[in-house]
């Protein structure tokens, strides 16, 4: 199989993303290694720029609770009654998209 141009890999990336299989599961599937993957995750991902998101808080006058539900990007949901220091936070969330 020939080199895939950008835009294949986008698709295989999207396609992965939407299809809510493990990595390994999509790659036997399509017939690629997950090392391939996860090279294309990797390289598309660095050109990607981050994503804000708006939050709304729905309730002002509600106590402060000390857990949180995080729903990330890939469909994933991170939900903790841990505290966590910001850069702990950030590196749960690179780990748990890229899962």
């Given at each position: 199989?020939?080199?895939?141009?950008v835009?294949?890999?986008?698709?295989?990336?999207?396609?992965?993303?939407?299809?809510?299989l493990?990595?390994?599961?999509?790659?036997?599937?399509?017939?690629?290694?997950v090392t391939?993957?996860?090279?294309?995750?990797?390289?598309?991902?660095?050109?990607?720029k981050?994503?804000?998101?708006?939050?709304?808080i729905?309730d002002?006058?509600?106590?402060?609770q000390?857990?949180?539900?995080?729903?990330?990007?890939?469909?994933r949901?991170?939900e903790?009654?841990?505290?966590?220091?910001?850069?702990?936070?950030?590196?749960?969330?690179?780990?748990?998209?890229?899962?």
């Open positions: 199989m020939g080199k895939r141009s835009e294949d890999v986008r698709g295989i990336i999207a396609e992965f993303e939407r299809s809510g493990r990595r390994r599961e999509f790659c036997e599937r399509r017939g690629i290694p391939t993957l996860d090279y294309y995750r990797h390289r598309i991902g660095r050109k990607a981050p994503r804000m998101a708006k939050v709304n729905a002002t006058d509600a106590q402060p000390d857990n949180f539900t995080l729903l990330l990007a890939n469909g949901r991170i903790s009654s841990w505290r966590f220091a910001e850069a702990e936070l950030a590196r749960l969330i690179r780990v748990a998209e890229s899962a």
